[in-house]
């Protein structure tokens, strides 16, 4: 319990409170009627900006802060994984981990955060090149399933032209890779559910539709429509969890519009979407990534 604490107070100190309204509950589609979602947005020039989004009708943001400069050499960011923070051994600070394409080339980027202030220390910024060949991808996420405070599993995942690629992580090396064929039409997804046997994606597509693609441990994907229409303005899209379904962040990088939206526990075309509107921001970073405690099971993704 205390460890948790920690980990969840990392979060608020460096972002803003982290609230959720009791789960739904079962046989309940709808969403709870209020979240929050922590974003990390980073910049051309390799800097992180944190902000603290809340599920009110309008949507409001909090006040951004920096979550580190220089993290990252200017103007090589492409795409970037979820931004997990995991709590240093003895409790005086927590340390950040993220997959960052840089060029054509996937990193891990690790660093610490000195006490809860959220402000870095410049020393252990460390950048580990993990393989080449990534310059086309057009989404990345590392999904860690944990069990109580254990990792259980660790997943990563690609978007490369008509694939989508997975990998089993094993330490710093990526094994056992998989491939699945016939996602040309996808422009960006979202991690928005994760479970001991599969993984579940939203995504959207160049002509509109919405659809969630669970990824299962052995097997084929299994591919449902959610929407058929209007997703198509959207470059980046980031989840969080809102009760036993989602809320959801689509951003427009041309115009640098943010909207937010609930959605309900995912169940193809009968799923429940809210939309909250516009965020009243608007965003000019280049990627965009979910910032969560990756070191314990309450702050997993359950919207599938």
């Known amino acids: ?25 079962a046989g309940t589609t709808a969403p709870p009627p209020f ?21 009110t009708v309008p949507p409001s943001a909090g006040a951004s802060t920096w979550g580190g400069k220089d993290l990252m050499p200017d103007n090589q960011i492409k795409v970037a994984g979820g931004l997990g923070l995991q709590v240093n051994a003895d409790q005086s600070g927590v340390s950040r981990r993220q997959y960052v394409v840089l060029g054509s080339t996937l990193n891990l980027l690790t660093y610490d955060v000195k006490g809860f202030s959220g402000e870095v220390d410049p020393a252990s910024v460390k950048r580990t090149p993990v393989g080449g060949g990534w310059g086309d991808a057009r989404y990345i996420e590392n999904s860690r399933y944990n069990i109580g405070n254990k990792l259980a599993r660790n997943s990563a995942y690609a978007v490369i032209g008509d694939n989508i690629l997975r990998w089993t992580v094993d330490g710093t090396s990526f094994t056992r890779k998989a491939t699945y064929a016939g996602f040309s ?8 559910s994760q479970t001991a046997t599969y993984d579940t994606f939203l995504a959207n597509t160049r002509a509109g539709a919405l659809y969630t693609i669970r990824i299962p441990v052995t097997g084929k994907p299994v591919v449902k429509v959610v929407r058929r229409t209007t997703w198509q303005g959207f470059d980046a899209l980031v989840a969080s969890k809102c009760g036993t379904g989602t809320m959801l962040l689509g951003v427009d990088k041309e115009t640098g519009a943010p909207y937010l939206y609930t959605i309900g526990h995912a169940n193809g075309t009968a799923t429940v979407i809210k939309g909250l509107g516009k965020v009243p921001r608007t965003f000019g970073e280049v990627a965009y990534s979910r910032y969560y405690d990756d070191t314990q099971d309450y702050d997993q993704l359950s919207g599938e």
Do not use: E, N
Not at 44 to 49: E, F, M, P, Q, W
């Open 1 to 25: 319990m205390k460890k948790r604490a920690a980990g969840l107070l990392g979060v608020v100190m460096a972002a803003g409170a982290l609230v959720q309204a009791a789960p739904a509950s």
């Open 35 to 55: 979240c929050q979602l922590a974003l990390g947005s980073t910049t051309s020039g390799g800097d992180l900006i944190l902000r603290v989004l809340s599920g």
């Open 185 to 192: 039409a996808v422009k960006t997804m979202t991690l928005i």
